[in-house]
C-alpha cells in the first residue's frame, strides 16, 4: 500500500512563498496524472493543482499564475511552489492521483496571515 507524504508546510506572511513536496513511499508515481489539493475546515477537499504526464498542467482559478506545480524526472517527488501567498490559500494541503488514488496522507498545514 503504498503512502503519500506531504510536507513543506508552515506559517508565512501574506505575500510570501512556500514549496510543498509530496512523495509516495519512495516509489515511482504509477499514476499518469497527480494533484493536489486543500482542505478549509469543515469542508471537501478542493482541486487545487494537476499535472498530467509531466506536462499537461491545470489549475484551479485563484492559484493560476501564483502556483505552479512540477514532478522530477524520476516521477518520485511532487512539487507545489506557491508564490504571492493570501490568508485564503490558508489549509491543509494534499497530494493524490486523479485515475488511481491512494488513501490519503496527514496533508500539510499551510498558515497565511499576518
Known amino acids: 500500500q503504498v503512502q503519500l507524504v506531504e510536507s513543506g508546510g508552515g506559517w508565512v506572511r501574506p505575500g510570501g512563498s512556500l514549496t510543498l513536496s509530496c512523495t509516495a513511499s519512495?516509489?515511482?508515481?504509477?499514476?499518469?496524472?497527480m494533484a493536489w489539493y486543500r482542505q478549509y475546515p469543515g469542508k471537501q477537499r478542493e482541486l487545487v493543482a494537476v499535472?498530467?504526464?509531466?506536462?499537461?498542467?491545470h489549475y484551479e482559478h485563484s492559484v493560476r499564475g501564483r502556483f505552479a506545480i512540477s514532478i522530477d524526472n524520476a516521477k518520485t517527488t511532487m512539487n507545489l511552489h506557491m508564490d504571492r501567498l493570501k490568508p485564503e490559500d490558508t489549509a491543509v494541503y494534499y497530494c493524490?492521483?486523479?485515475?488511481?488514488?491512494?488513501?490519503w496522507g496527514q496533508g500539510t498545514q499551510v498558515t497565511v496571515s499576518s
Open positions: 519512495g516509489r515511482i508515481f504509477s499514476d499518469p496524472a
Open positions: 493524490n492521483g486523479v485515475t488511481l488514488p491512494s488513501d
Open positions: 499535472i498530467f504526464d509531466k506536462d499537461t498542467i
